[in-house]
């Protein structure tokens, strides 16, 4: 039966072409313009560490004065230099790390290759364990290596290939802003995306090539890179010395594993900030913040309001596309009244018609949804060449794939559900007696 | 024209009805608001910078060696005399960040040294004396910096901005009755006063971001080339040498010291660059508005064709009958134009209701302003003229339906 009816929908979608070819584009163009900005919204949205990112937590104080030069409720989004090592030493969470941006010059030892800026992270130990960074070669440095100031550093997969072609170069010699650096990991390709652990430096498609511990890079007054806040007397400034002690600039994240953890560093942060007021350093009352990284990211609003804009407005784009084939297929099916009656006479049921008439709608979702899949690659191919952060991010993955194809299926059966039941409603009889 | 008729007719197709009246209102609903993005964007992409876009360029230039403040600030001034002396180049200034850049130095400014909240933002470029002629904004009044006044700071030192001149929006913000001439001012976030020996005309701030809207024109020039680990260079090329002073400008900024790095990429960019770098999202959204408002009126355009013409295939038999009772073509062809228009204006009063809808619920999801109701007043009228644009050409068939149509049986 299938065949037959398959048959008919063919013959009939023939009879009318222009009409075909209008229906099965405005499916196509609907679904393909909602899945390329709908996988872009779920790129941008995605959880950067899976499996990890809800037990990793970053706690925010408040440190400020009554000066107002930093107004809000809300407590900084950074940490300052004292409270970040504070933190660190109080070791009160399963691993903490305190970091900054940098921008730093390298350069092989062999001196060969002119020396060239990379972005840098200036971090602690517990970083690499606590972020599950893999490493090709070697590993991270540790918490003695950070408190002596060690000059190890960690570079990238990316960095390795430049300088070393892709060997082990774990013991060899890095160049930073003229200073010899032993380098004791390399790490595999990774990079986060959001770039979570620090927004202020760009939130997509950043990743670091150079990993220095922190006090190391202090202590050789390396370039920093990001944003710091600051009130009181502490006046702005970015570059070769470090923002003052009234100003915010590092961040500090930590990993507690489980809810009971969760609560009892919440309370150590009131304790410490209360501790902060007694000792004449903080002035407002406790104010923390503890959230994980997806809370974090939302409350950073990190997905640009383009891109949802782009996506509401793609899928009203479908909602009209939909309602317009609905409508012509309705048209189209009502003109049949006719045929239809005749079927039904003769002793078709109205399920056997409603198959035959969802077997049509059926031909045009289909093509149309794979129309629209080939439009989502086309239009993720351009949202590629575009110059944004996030621009290389833009593929279609398993799952977006899935959707997609769920999306088109669900779109065509309701366009041809509801005109396929209303056709069927016709009166056998009056369709007959009316030519 | 009879209505009646018309509205009983359309009852026997009443899904039919439903559904085209309903995809006009969403259309109408969603190009009101994307014609009203399309026209925000083109308003902030067509804001004036108020320097002399089309011979400036400018130059990053990054420090490779970690040399000291001293050592920096005499190879910046070696720098500036190689550039000078190009023929092609007509000016060159130092400056820490400049309009349209994005990223930057913005501070509070305040009227009073113990004022807690400050009276506005605004942007601040560390320059010299040549930092006016080179960017080709004029002064409005009061004077530029004299040599002697420019000096150098690094970024953490007390600000060397005993005189500032000060950009013409910022004056007005500061002093709305246009005597800011003269006034102390508070630039430092500290206690440090500042006097305003200079007014700018239009200079824009490096903020491009939405945040930044009201402080998008404060700019605050401070006389002293800052000593940071990489410094800019506005260069102003002579009228129609812009290319050859591109050229010649890196080689001579090599030819002083090799001890720097000017990224391939972008150490070295035009001024257009610099804005089509600055509001290429603005322009993208509203390509793509514009492209989603083409293709949604196109297709519902084709879906009112398409469905009238089905209607009218279905009634050939009565309009044979109305015309051989005597309707003149006319009378047919203002049948299907009037039934399509009272559709169109049900579709249209559902859908300016949804367009303001839409509205406020982005209002109040991003920023964005109110739409105004010229355009939903324009939608109106271009879908409904749309409307009957689409419907003519079937209605013109059924019109040259003959009534000897009434005598044939199927």
């Known amino acids: 039966m299938f065949g037959y009816y398959l048959d008919l929908a063919l013959r009939s979608l023939r009879r009318n072409k222009a009409l075909t070819v209008l229906m099965v584009l405005a499916i196509a163009l609907g679904i393909g313009a909602s899945m390329t900005t709908l996988t872009v919204l779920h790129v941008l949205s995605g959880d950067p560490l899976p499996g990890r990112s809800d037990t990793l937590y970053y706690p925010q104080i408040d440190?400020?004065?009554?000066s107002g030069q930093m107004p809000g409720e809300e407590p900084p989004e950074q940490v300052t230099l004292i409270d970040g090592l504070n933190l660190l030493h109080a070791k009160r969470a399963d691993r903490q790390a305190l970091m900054t941006g940098g921008y730093v010059p390298v350069q092989s030892d062999s001196a060969v290759v002119d020396p060239f800026y990379v972005e840098a992270r200036f971090t602690t130990a517990d970083f690499f364990p606590m972020f599950g960074a893999p490493f090709r070669y070697g590993r991270g440095w540790n918490a003695f290596d950070d408190e002596t100031r060690a000059r190890d550093v960690v570079i990238n997969g990316e960095l390795n290939g430049r300088l070393f072609g892709g060997a082990d170069s774990v013991g060899r010699t890095l160049r930073i802003a003229d200073t010899r650096f032993r380098i004791v990991g390399v790490l595999d390709d990774w990079a986060p995306n959001p770039h979570f652990y620090d927004l202020n430096t760009g939130s997509f498609g950043r990743t670091e090539q150079v990993f220095v511990p922190l006090q190391t890079a202090m202590g050789l007054k390396l370039e920093r890179h990001g944003s710091n806040d600051c009130w009181g007397k502490g006046a702005g400034g970015v570059g070769r010395i470090y923002?003052?002690?009234?100003?915010?600039?590092?961040?500090?994240?930590?990993?507690?594993?489980?809810?009971?953890?969760?609560?009892?560093?919440?309370?150590?942060?009131?304790?410490?900030?209360?501790?902060?007021?007694?000792?004449?350093?903080?002035?407002?009352?406790?104010?923390?913040?503890l959230r994980n990284v997806m809370q974090w990211l939302a409350h950073e609003k990190v997905v640009p309001d383009d891109v949802r804009l782009q996506t509401g407005l793609a899928f009203g784009f479908l909602l009209v596309c939909l309602v317009n084939t609905i409508g012509l297929m309705l048209a189209k099916f009502m003109r049949r009244a006719a045929d239809l009656g005749v079927r039904r006479a003769l002793g078709a049921s109205k399920r056997s018609l409603f198959a035959q008439l969802l077997v049509e709608s059926g031909v045009v979702g289909i093509v149309g949804g794979v129309g629209g899949l080939l439009l989502a690659g086309l239009g993720l191919w351009a949202v590629r060449q575009r110059p944004s952060s996030y621009a290389a991010l833009a593929h279609l993955d398993g799952s977006m794939l899935l959707v997609t194809f769920a999306l088109a299926l669900g779109s065509t059966l309701v366009a041809g559900m509801l005109p396929a039941w209303r056709a069927c409603q016709v009166p056998p009889a009056l369709q007959l007696k009316s030519n | 024209m009879q209505i009646k008729p018309i509205l009983a007719a359309m009852r026997h197709h009443k899904a039919g009805t439903v559904l085209i009246a309903l995809q006009i209102a969403l259309t109408l609903a969603i190009v009101c608001n994307a014609l009203f993005i399309i026209q925000q964007r083109i308003e902030r992409m067509a804001r004036p910078s108020g320097v002399d876009e089309t011979n400036l360029f400018v130059i990053r230039s990054d420090w490779a060696d970690k040399s000291d403040p001293q050592r920096i600030d005499a190879q910046m001034r070696a720098d500036l005399i190689a550039l000078r002396q190009l023929g092609s180049v007509q000016d060159a200034a130092p400056i820490n960040s400049f309009p349209l850049l994005g990223s930057g130095w913005d501070n509070f400014i305040k009227l009073q040294p113990d004022q807690v909240k400050m009276t506005t933002d605004s942007a601040i470029f560390f320059s010299d004396e040549h930092a006016l002629a080179t960017l080709g904004t004029?002064?409005?009044a009061g004077r530029n910096f004299t040599a002697s006044e420019a000096g150098a700071q690094q970024p953490r030192d007390a600000m060397h901005a005993a005189q500032v001149i000060i950009s013409k929006d910022l004056a007005h913000r500061l002093y709305p009755d246009g005597s800011a001439l003269g006034k102390t001012i508070y630039v430092t976030m500290g206690r440090t006063p500042s006097t305003v020996i200079g007014i700018t005309d239009t200079l824009q701030a490096h903020m491009t971001g939405s945040w930044a809207g009201p402080y998008a024109y404060n700019a605050v020039l401070v006389p002293a080339q800052l000593l940071n680990d990489y410094t800019y260079y506005l260069v102003r090329a002579r009228p129609g040498q812009l290319d050859a002073a591109m050229r010649d400008a890196p080689k001579a900024l090599f030819a002083q010291s090799r001890m720097r790095i000017i990224d391939h990429k972008d150490g070295v960019m035009t001024f257009a660059q610099v804005r089509q770098r600055a509001y290429g999202p603005d322009r993208g959204m509203a390509i793509l508005m514009a492209i989603i408002s083409a293709v949604l009126l196109a297709i519902t355009a084709a879906g009112i064709v398409g469905l009238t013409s089905f209607w009218v295939g279905q009634?050939?038999?009565?309009?044979?009958?109305?015309?051989?009772?005597?309707?003149?073509r006319r009378d047919i062809l203002n049948y299907f134009l009037t039934e399509n228009l009272l559709i169109g204006i049900g579709g249209v009063m559902v859908g300016a209701v949804l367009a303001i809808g839409i509205n406020v619920w982005m209002v109040s999801q991003f920023e964005m302003a109110r739409l105004s109701l010229a355009y939903v007043a324009a939608g109106v009228v271009a879908l409904l003229v749309l409307g009957q644009g689409a419907v003519l050409a079937p209605a013109l068939r059924a019109s040259h339906v003959s009534p000897v149509e009434a005598t044939r049986s199927v």
């Open chain 1, 243 to 289: 923002p003052g002690e009234s100003c915010v600039w590092l961040q500090f994240w930590v990993q507690l594993d489980s809810a009971a953890k969760v609560a009892a560093y919440e309370q150590f942060l009131v304790h410490y900030s209360q501790e902060q007021k007694a000792l004449g350093r903080f002035v407002r009352p406790p104010n923390v913040r």
């Open chain 2, 315 to 328: 009634r050939r038999k009565q309009i044979g009958v109305r015309r051989a009772l005597g309707a003149t």
């Open chain 2, 138 to 140: 004029r002064l409005i």
């Open chain 1, 63 to 66: 440190p400020r004065d009554d």
